[in-house]
């Protein structure tokens, strides 16, 4: 192979003034701005003309239905059932748990009427609800009224329903996949005959989003439970999984629920047990959303944008045909074609492999870097030169700048291998990452603040990180670090079980908890 | 085998009085009663709390998950690429194309205010909305304002999108999977550059769903045009497929609109063509339902209840282990898991075979007709004697009463083949009735009277059906026959041709209408 930097479009994002990168401003410049410039770029989403609300775009899309396949079959594995429960939920409903509604009513969407009607020349609602209607924001009080009319007897227990569905939250400041108005999740819904088998089910679910985290998406996460402050909103325990972004803040990306008896007392979901007695069932939920998708981008993507793992990428090979003269065109073309029919046959994670043979009509150049910043694992790029030789010019998304040529008759059989070796170096790295910016030596109120204050930071946009101390579990100590914005992300599963003091107040401390910013 | 009938628990569905049939009434008694009996006895779904939705529960719902998985692989074989577009329409959107408003208006859910507040002990809603949202009844309009945005050249056409999501549209008297104020489907949307090109990709995906009715789900159908009257608000052409239940009324089982430059310059798609000159973009949009379902259960379904065709199945093979001794056990279970494994070796329509055992703990019998009602294409159940014999006891849902007991070595390799036989059958069954309950020969109003009228019906339940008949296109024609609930259903595609007489008014008419009453 002979091809020269500029005809493979190293860097050659415009006819004049070439960028040093595909994505400006750089992580380190302006990390919400490069944020945003990524899924830009990406062709993924962006914000819709309704205030809050984002439009996924199909390469977006794509990556949130391998996101779906992936989670689903975990979740029908550990033998929960799909399900669809109502939009809209009576406001009755959302009253019956008090701290459920105090959680939720301060940003939900209201349906008031059923009917619009014109005067004077334009629409007014008109059919006003005798009972206004909340757009779900999540489904505990709808799911559970259910729930109530299906269990009778113990018989009728273990009850495992999942849901996948859009929810709304009105948001005041949203943030495309990280906050908006309406999102895609997947809520879990069970209820059991006994406390031990309620919580081993919540606990199952976190492991399995920790399983989904890290396997799926590459995206290291620490395990662990939310303090009391942080709880969902009729929680008795609420367990999470907490992944770092690469500006060192905090994403919670999935959250599993011990609700006790809480909604079962609500919304009377009782059972006899085996001897004849009505009891109250206990009961869980669990989500995860497609924020998920923001903290993949923010955790892999670089200054040349998304870098998708491969296990959730909807293309894992592109192949772009360079198409120089119009009489070899034929050639080349069935060449790239035949490459892609035998990747296609080979097998990564179960699937066969998705390739794909880009033959837009476009400069090849452009696909490139189109690809480069859709994160796509491996590149080909098939021109005469490969198809005379027999071989193939390839590169990794993970490895920016290297090439390979290896020959057309065995890089089919490269490619899951490759596939997983790119999987694995997301993960590693992320992890590395997440390591580097865990700290277990800061036990003074001062180290704390100046380890969160960004004008000590040589780069103020990324700065901080995991900060893993002692508290004293007083809530007055987690609202006094709330002030400067730092919360505590859980109180981690792997406790060290030494003694200290708290890093807020100072008073001897046992727990070891997770302090961070967080989006 | 030496099964007696009451071993097998034929028709023995209770302890007193055995019904005739598993689902009462029979569909000739009371044909809308036995169809949410039937829904019932299949635990599919249930209206909710919420005024006018459902439940979908698992079965349901895994009937629907099957159904999607087929529709979206035809969908993305034909270029379409999925996205999601946001749930609510600002009121200004809405507007912006007279007929479409109009005809959504009277059913649209709205939004008023964004969150809630206690006020003299109950929620009260607040913070009212500048702009009242309507939760989408369709998306035309939404994703208009996409595409307007998205297409600037010819270069950026076709765009070819779906979506999959759910819908509201205000029920005043729903019915379950048919009329629901919410339902799940998919929605089609494409820009064209030219009007054949929009008007190809109409046809291409009313196609897409005769295939999918027809090969997936057994259902026949009439594949035409809609008059004029019965248009999608906005669109210059509707198509659609049309199937016949059972009691003889129609149900239009999706539709594909050609909707020409309306929704285009309504919201300023636009692209530069070849030449350099600003157009309009021509769009389309189709969709098929939750609905579908409704179809599915009345084409299909007996007195015994639901049958599934095997494509659509969650479940196309159940296997009930006969336990009748505790110490017998171990083996019995051993043999159906054995038997399973085996069959789930096995490919049908491209995919492994969904087998299940049913270890519940519950009487075989109860199990056995719990899949007969939920329309399992077979059922197996396996006792002690089918274990030693190394037999297996099988019997086919299309097949009432009839068993076979291959042997076990054999089993597994029948399982395609009479799957295949069982959806061969469901369509030749549904399409066999379609021909008997279609009538050419109506030529004169008094005839067409009688024909639609259920006094003079032997089974008043069931009467009437498909009445192709000449059409002058006169609205006044079609407005008469609407009076007594006949409307047309179509122009069928396949015309006769010929020359004749209008059926409402007697005028010479050319054009064939198939009349029907329906859902």
Redesign the interface.
Known sequence: MNKTEQENGERDMSKNKAPKTAITPRRDEDYPEWYQNVIKEADMAEM???RG??????W???I??KFQSALDGKIKETGH???????????S???KEASH?EGF??????????????KDG??V?T?ELEE????RPTSET?IG??FAKWVQSY?DLPLL?NQW??V?R?EMRPRIFLRTT?F?WQEGHTAHSTRDEAMTETLTMLEAYRWFAEEKLAIPVIVGEKTPAERFPGAENTYCIEAIMQDCKALQAGTSHYLGQNFAKAFEIRFLNQDGVLEHAYTTSWGVSSRMIGAMIMVHGDDDGLRLPPRIAPRQVVIIPVLNKPEQEQDVLAYADAVATDIAKQTYDGQPVRVLVDKR?MRSVEKKWQWVKRGVPIRMELGLRDFEAGTVFMQRRDQAGEKMTPARDEVAAMIPGLLDEIQGNYFDQAKAFMKANTYYDITDFKTFTDFFTPKNAEKPEIHGGFAVCKWCEDPACEAKAAEMNVTIRCIPKDQRGDAGVCVICGKPATTDAVFAKAY
């Open positions: 819709s003309h309704v609300c984002m439009v996924i775009k199909p977006g899309y794509g949130w239905e059932d799909n399900a669809y429960f109502p939009l809209f939920i009576p406001l409903f959302l009253e509604v009513a301060k940003e939900c969407a209201v349906v008031t009427h059923h009917r619009l009607v014109e334009s629409l609602p059919g206004p209607l909340v757009v709808i009224r259910s018989r329903i569905a859009n709304v009105w309406e895609l009509d």
